[in-house]
């Protein structure tokens, strides 16, 4: 199955580093949480707005792999795309890039939950728009 995939750009902070000048590895999940929230802003809705209508999407899961380190002041290349829509599922995969070189690759595995944790199914709304993104004509 092809995909459309969404790109973020991040450019690394002081505060991203480690003292030995490379990003510390707990600070990915972040980067990858800021490229989907900015996915989120760019189909339309935001997790808040979400939120406020009694969709939370909890992560289950989070698989990283590391490739290569990214220094301060590197501009990164955040890919983000769809690896699962279905029911109350939502999964999606990532890259981070600098230029050619692969950085990290990952997966992030969410259910859809009212505020009481109770298992909803994806809002239609969200799944219209995420399709968007697994379309098999896709470029």
């Known amino acids: ?28 999940p972040y980067l990858l949480e800021e490229a989907r ?3 989120f802003r760019y189909l339309g809705t935001t997790f808040h707005d979400y ?5 939370l999407f909890p992560i289950s899961e989070v698989q990283l792999k590391y490739f290569a380190p990214a220094k301060y002041d590197d501009e990164l290349t955040i890919e983000c795309f ?4 279905k029911g109350a599922r939502l999964g999606f995969g990532y890259r981070i890039k600098k230029g050619s ?11 859809c939950t ?3 944790n109770k298992v909803k199914r994806l809002p239609n709304q969200l799944k219209d728009r995420l ?7 896709a470029s």
């Open 1 to 28: 199955m092809k995909f459309k995939i969404y790109s973020h750009l991040h450019r690394v902070t002081y505060g991203d580093c480690t003292q030995g000048n490379h990003v510390y590895y707990g600070r990915y």
């Open 37 to 39: 929230g900015e996915f």
């Open 51 to 55: 939120h406020k209508k009694g969709y």
């Open 82 to 85: 769809i690896t699962i829509l």
């Open 101 to 111: 070189v692969n950085i990290l690759e990952g997966e992030t595995l969410h259910g």
């Open 114 to 116: 009212d505020s009481k």
């Open 131 to 137: 399709n968007s993104f697994i379309n098999d004509k």
